[in-house]
């Protein structure tokens, strides 16, 4: 079972980056890894798309991070990374991230993302 560890979460003031990392714990065949993504969630909200990249480097972001935040993947390490500057109180949110594969969803645990004001 392949398990996705992250990193890079913190506590941050507004304006501010975090640099997020995920990696998964064995390698995952580049044919068979569809997408890399990053999700966040606050309290008693869903949780929340924020950025993913497939395998041909194509992103799509959720539009209150566009040009704010940048997803970028080492395909070949399975490492998928979220910049995130100019950071707002409202980006405060455990953030997650997810692959998945053409069989398979793999999410990680999670990381906490605090933007104080």
């Known amino acids: 079972q392949v398990q996705l560890v992250e990193s890079g979460g913190g506590l941050v003031q507004a304006g501010g980056s975090l640099r997020l990392s995920c990696a998964a714990s064995r390698r995952i065949n580049i044919d068979r890894l569809y997408t890399m993504g990053w999700y966040r969630q606050v309290p008693g909200q869903p949780r929340e798309l924020v950025a993913q990249i497939n395998r041909a480097d194509t992103t799509d972001y959720t539009d209150s991070v566009k040009d704010r935040f940048t997803i970028s993947a080492d395909n070949a390490k399975n490492i998928v990374y979220l910049q995130m500057d100019s950071l707002k109180p409202e980006d405060t949110a455990i953030y997650s991230c997810?692959?998945?594969?053409?069989?398979?969803?793999?999410w990680g645990q999670g990381t906490q993302g605090t933007v104080s004001s």
């Open positions: 997810k692959f998945s594969t053409t069989m398979d969803t793999f």
